[in-house]
């Protein structure tokens, strides 16, 4: 069964840097879609990166190119690595999959992928 495992998360100052992690077993992400999704308290879910099968990247503009997503084929890795971050960054960060996006990847809705990890939390807070 294809299962995602998002980690990394944590708490961090405003301007500081974390970097959260989706991971599988016994698949190859190389072969899916990744995309990074994010959900504050009493908000809907909303995309932040994703990075489609052929390397071709998506961000949202809140992102300002202060993330930036990476794939280690090696180790069968989807990092994001979030910089100058900011309280309004806070909530629960998801890695989501999905194998039919192979030149493009959306984040405009969640629903546009099958497979999601448990998320993990990152709080941005002085």
């Known amino acids: 069964q294809f299962q995602l495992v998002d980690s990394g998360g944590g708490r961090v100052q405003p301007g500081g840097t974390l970097r959260l992690s989706c991971g599988t077993s016994?698949?190859?992400?190389?072969?899916?879609?990744v995309a990074w999704f994010r959900q504050a308290p009493g908000k809907e879910r909303e995309g932040v990166l994703c990075?489609?099968?052929?390397?071709?990247?998506n961000s949202a503009d809140f992102v300002k190119g202060r993330f930036i997503i990476s794939r280690d084929d090696a180790e069968n890795t989807v990092s994001l690595e979030m910089n100058y971050l900011e309280p309004g960054d806070t909530g629960v960060y998801y890695c989501?999959?999905?194998?039919?996006?192979?030149?493009?990847?959306?984040?405009?809705?969640?629903?546009?992928?099958?497979?999601w990890g448990q998320g993990t939390q990152v709080t941005v807070s002085s």
């Open positions: 989501a999959a999905d194998s039919v996006y192979v030149g493009t990847c959306p984040i405009e809705t969640s629903a546009r992928y099958n497979y």
């Open positions: 990075v489609a099968r052929n390397g071709w990247q």
């Open positions: 016994g698949f190859s992400l190389a072969k899916y879609a």
